[in-house]
């Protein structure tokens, strides 16, 4: 059972870091702490599912179920853990698995930029696609394009697919996306790679199709 707070005021949680609040709540588990939690990355990681999943409704739940699991989780927090991306994981976990359920397939931002803060790589994925080629993507008006990257990216493989939709979210850096997957920095970054060669690879062979 949840024990209340006390006497100590959500402004004074609100000058805990993350990582010492979740130490607190796996050790008393007060509603309060759990609570700043909530408040800290509501709407940051409700938009991120809402990307991500393409369903308001959907993130929604998968929002509840995400700090269900935190709570029943909480005892496998471990000191000195960076928080953030222990919830993205969960999240992201939670959200494969709504998908799957679903029989359905994540969305993608396709005005977000690769690596997010602290990253060097910011360009926009279509704009990469796209290029100085005159390819098909080229040719295409823009809400077109946006579509045949959205139906490409279903076509990728599940590993690919995932940390590609992940490095698009704008606050997520590539140390945090490994965290997340538990995969080293590198291997993020090769998937990424081979996502766009992939996906380049799509297109020129779109592009030979129309040619014939």
Same mark, same amino acid.
């Given at each position: ?51 991500? +999943?393409?369903?308001?409704?959907? #993130? *929604? ?8 699991? &935190?709570? @029943?989780?909480?005892? =496998? ?20 698995d ?5 029989g ?32 098909? +993507?080229?040719d295409?008006?823009? #809400? *077109? ?8 990216? &279903?076509? @990728?493989?599940?590993? =690919? ?7 698009y ?12 997957l ?31």
């Amino acid at each position: 059972m949840i024990k209340a707070l006390g006497s100590q005021s959500a402004e004074d949680l609100g000058q805990i870091a993350d990582e010492d609040l979740m130490c607190r709540y796996r050790e008393d588990g007060h509603a309060a702490v759990f609570s700043e939690l909530v408040r800290r990355y509501e709407r940051e990681l409700y938009r991120y599912l809402n990307r991500y +999943l393409g369903d308001a409704t959907l #993130a *929604e739940d998968v929002f509840q179920n995400t700090f269900l699991q &935190v709570h @029943l989780k909480r005892g =496998l927090f471990e000191k000195g853990r960076p928080f953030r991306p222990w919830l993205y994981a969960i999240a992201t976990h939670q959200a494969v698995d709504a998908l799957r359920k679903a029989g359905r397939h994540p969305t993608i931002s396709l005005d977000q930029r690769v690596g997010g803060r602290g990253d060097s790589e910011t360009s926009n994925l279509v704009d990469l696609l796209v290029g100085d080629h005159d390819g098909p +993507l080229s040719d295409m008006q823009d #809400a *077109e394009r946006r579509q045949w990257v959205r139906d490409s990216i &279903v076509r @990728l493989p599940e590993t =690919l697919r995932q940390t590609l939709i992940l490095a698009y979210h704008q606050d997520l850096k590539y140390r945090e996306i490994a965290e997340i997957l538990k995969i080293p920095v590198g291997t993020v970054k090769s998937r990424l790679h081979a996502a766009l060669e992939k996906l380049h690879a799509m297109a020129r062979s779109s592009e030979r199709g129309l040619d014939g």
